[in-house]
């Protein structure tokens, strides 16, 4: 297997996770609590992984800038699922990011790529963003998911250069876990009325396996940007949305619709395409 290949899968395992971490970030009462338990979680277990892996010493800046993103982007995931619903959010932040890193990577920094690869980055956001058919969103919930979908880019490119710039990606990764589970705690009293105790007992289950799960999708996603292209690779995580459609039909009970079977057909043939 190519080192193409095997960062693809990578990405790919990581979107079915990052979907499901999302629904159990959802179900939770305090959206922002429950995704900061979930860092906080995933710090803790980084935590004693760190005495295996050398210091990033070439990556500090890159470490504080991704860390920075990471807790603006917990914040406006959090606001994004208070004020709409995942079924509205989801597409339109995960559909915008493939898009902005695109545009990024490729149009401003010049990155490499082929008309074949551009061509699945552009069906796997727009299908994405077909999924919006027949959903209600307000401006708000638009404008929310659009920012959550910048910060998804931008921590996406942060984070490629940080694992990039260290002789062992696994140090970067779990030293940014370590930090954004210390920030979020941190932060945690700015942006909720309620207390931790009684959240902890109340869902600290779901949000401790949400942690062990967050873990998996961003430290398997920045791995796999180690290994190759960061649009087509940040592009093919988002094949994450087939499963949050699964998940919403078979335990929400919504839907199956044509627009939504064209969608997936959108999402699978880009990423046919990327992976060609």
């Known amino acids: 297997m190519s080192a193409f290949s095997f960062a693809a899968l990578l990405m790919i395992v990581s979107g079915s996770l990052h979907a499901t971490v999302n ?14 338990l979930m ?3 995933s710090g803790m277990i980084a935590l004693p992984l760190l005495f295996f892996v050398p210091l990033p010493s070439d990556a500090w800046g890159w470490l504080a800038i991704a860390t920075v993103l990471h807790l603006i982007y917990f914040i406006l995931l959090a606001r994004t699922l208070d004020k ?16 902005l890193t695109a545009l990024v990577t490729i149009g401003l920094l010049g990155d490499a790529t082929t008309l074949s690869a551009l061509a699945g980055i552009a ?11 027949g959903r209600h969103a307000s401006r708000e919930v638009v404008l929310l998911s659009l920012a959550t979908g910048a910060m998804t880019a931008a921590y996406t490119i942060v984070g490629a250069q940080g694992v990039r710039a260290v002789a062992n990606p696994l140090s970067f990764i779990l ?3 370590l930090l954004m589970g210390i920030g979020n705690m941190i932060l945690l009293p700015r942006f909720t009325s309620n207390r931790l ?7 600290g289950g ?11 999708t961003f430290g398997l996603a920045l791995y796999a940007l180690s290994l190759g292209p960061i649009a087509e690779l940040a592009a093919l995580r988002e094949t994450g949305m087939v499963t949050a459609t699964v998940i919403s039909i078979t335990v929400l009970g919504e839907r199956v619709t044509i627009s939504r079977i064209v969608a997936i057909s ?4 880009g990423a046919l395409l990327i992976l060609l």
């Open 39 to 41: 860092s906080f979680v």
């Open 266 to 269: 959108a999402i699978l043939v």
């Open 197 to 203: 105790g009684e959240a902890v007992r109340a869902y």
């Open 175 to 177: 030293w940014l876990f």
């Open 23 to 36: 629904a159990m970030i959802k179900s939770g009462g305090d959206r922002y609590l429950h995704a900061a």
């Open 206 to 216: 779901s949000a401790a396996l949400a942690g062990l799960l967050s873990l998996g």
């Open 123 to 133: 069906l796997i956001g727009g299908g994405i963003l077909l999924m919006l058919q």
């Open 84 to 99: 709409g619903q995942l079924s509205a959010a989801y597409p339109i932040y995960r559909g915008s990011a493939p898009f």
